[in-house]
């Protein structure tokens, strides 16, 4: 069997009995906290223009309701990450979607985000050692709109295998200059939902895709990743769920900037409020993780009239904005808020550092991209170099174990914000995986957290709790909860 033709064979047949209850309550979670995404995109200017452009997230068509839920909870930075990849964009707006028609259960609405979680994130873990992570990893929702839907409406497993095939064989290869310099990024996964749609509709049709896409000699993983770990795929099928590795966003910005925002918060708390013109110097100590990111926005993101897209990942912005408000918001990403002055005055005083040990801590975590270096052994280092040249390459441990599951799976992407005053005093907080991040606290607190995200978008107590019960709920119910959650925006 290929791996398309395995993958698909599993995911078809998938059933709520099958998946572990722990996984499918981080499902639950996870339909809340993209529901929340998909408020903030609507309540943003910007969102209003994709409704304009593509039509109401509650559409008759549940191929047009994807897309648009799609894009609309994606392009603020407030979606849900894993091992690997940005998965809800397609893995929760497709069978959400699918669950708005009518045609799901609470309990068939969770198996197939599980379902879509597992495919989106395997195919991406195959190829995340190579040119596109994160969202620009576009290819991701390919796999999520193709599983999310055919497991909502239970194709059978060779409808599976063409619509990957077909799918596969034109994935999207994003330019970093307009997605990160313009609003092309707001579309990024509209684009790939719809393609995963056409590609659905392709097989059912009786169009064939190549079985054999993802490990062919010339397929995808040989034009998408430097070290390809095309084993990914299939790996433990079943047992290891790469849903356990989920990461929920509580605010919006990329995730490079996660634990220096939150070392800004618990500054401001605890020696606030701080006035711009009392600080003298803010100084990031970071992963390469966060260096990075913030040095492919920098050239973008100076000024008031910044593409959103870049402000997302900017860690001087939003670090500055954070010891000033408090808080960092969607509304922080908008006018007025984008045009005050004193974020922009100190803004230009936070300098970022690179710490070795924090990339250390990094690269031993599962996520973003710890386990694909675990698996690709010393040909990990080939990649790395690429990715941040030799010094990153010397961090790596080659002789590290791939783990066996992912229960106990972390994301450590560390920061240390440290605050100098005019006046003398230095404050100063670190903080290794952020509020969120998958990790023992983010285990055990999950609900709580997206419940409370929910909220703070506008969203309803009453529902909240409805989609946090969703294993039990019926259809009608489910579609009422689903339409509640959102129908007060549109």
């Known amino acids: 069997m290929s791996a398309t033709e395995e993958l698909s064979a599993w995911a078809a047949t998938l059933r709520p009995d099958d998946v572990p209850d722990h996984v499918l309550a981080l499902a639950q979670s996870q ?11 609507l309540r943003h200017p910007s969102g209003q223009r994709l409704v304009r452009a593509y039509g109401s997230p509650l559409a008759s068509d549940p191929r047009q309701t994807a897309c648009v839920l799609a894009a609309l909870g994606s392009w603020l930075n407030f979606d849900d990450t894993a091992y690997a990849g940005h998965l809800s964009n397609s893995t929760v707006a497709v069978p959400v979607a699918y669950a708005l028609a009518g045609l799901l259960d609470g309990a068939g609405l969770l198996t197939a985000v599980v379902a879509a979680n597992e495919c989106a994130a395997r195919i991406t873990a195959a190829a995340t050692l190579g040119r596109f992570r994160g969202q620009v990893a576009v290819h991701t929702h390919l796999a999520g709109g193709i599983a999310g839907r055919l497991r909502a409406e239970s194709a059978p497993a060779a409808a599976w295998v ?52 993802l490990e062919h000699p010339d397929g995808f993983l040989r034009h998408f990743a430097t070290v390809p770990l095309a084993g990914a795929v299939t790996q433990e099928l079943g047992r290891r769920w790469h849903t356990e590795t989920l990461s929920f966003k509580v605010r919006p910005g990329g995730p490079g900037i996660d634990s220096a925002v939150d070392c800004a918060l618990d500054l401001h708390r605890a020696h606030g409020p701080l006035r711009e013109q009392d600080i003298e110097e803010v100084t990031v100590t970071a992963s390469y993780y966060t260096v990075f990111a913030d040095q492919h926005a920098a050239p973008y993101a100076g000024s008031p ?45 936070v300098q970022l550092k690179h ?19 675990r698996q690709a052994g010393s040909a990990g280092r080939t990649w790395l170099k690429q990715f941040g040249g030799d010094q990153l390459a010397d961090l790596l441990d080659a002789k590290a174990e791939p783990v066996p599951s992912f229960t106990t799976s972390t994301k450590s992407t560390p920061a240390q914000v440290m605050v100098r005053m005019r006046d003398g005093h230095t404050y100063s907080t670190r903080r290794d995986i952020p509020l969120g991040a998958a990790g023992p606290e983010t285990r055990r607190d999950h609900a709580r957290l997206v419940r409370a995200k929910f909220l703070t978008q506008g969203g309803s107590p009453t529902v909240a709790d409805a989609c946090l019960r969703l294993r039990d709920a019926s259809a009608d119910h489910t579609e009422r909860s689903l339409r509640e959650a959102l129908s007060d925006l549109v």
């Open 162 to 213: 063409d619509a990957f095939g077909i799918a596969y064989t034109l994935p999207p290869w994003t330019l970093f200059p307009g997605f990160i310099g313009s609003d092309a990024k707001l579309v990024h996964a509209l684009a790939a939902v719809r393609a995963a749609m056409d590609a659905c509709d392709a097989a059912y049709a009786g169009l064939h895709g190549a079985r054999d896409i």
């Open 31 to 41: 339909i809340l906290s993209q529901l929340a995404a998909i408020r903030a995109g």
């Open 355 to 373: 710490d070795p040990e924090m990339t250390r801590a990094l690269l031993r975590s599962d996520a973003p991209f710890g386990e694909a270096l």
């Open 305 to 349: 009239e910044a593409p959103l897209s870049a402000l997302l990942l900017s860690a001087p912005y939003t670090v500055a904005t954070a010891l000033l408000e408090g808080a960092l918001t969607v509304d922080d990403f908008s006018a007025p808020s984008v045009q005050d002055a004193r974020r922009w005055r100190l803004a230009e005083r």
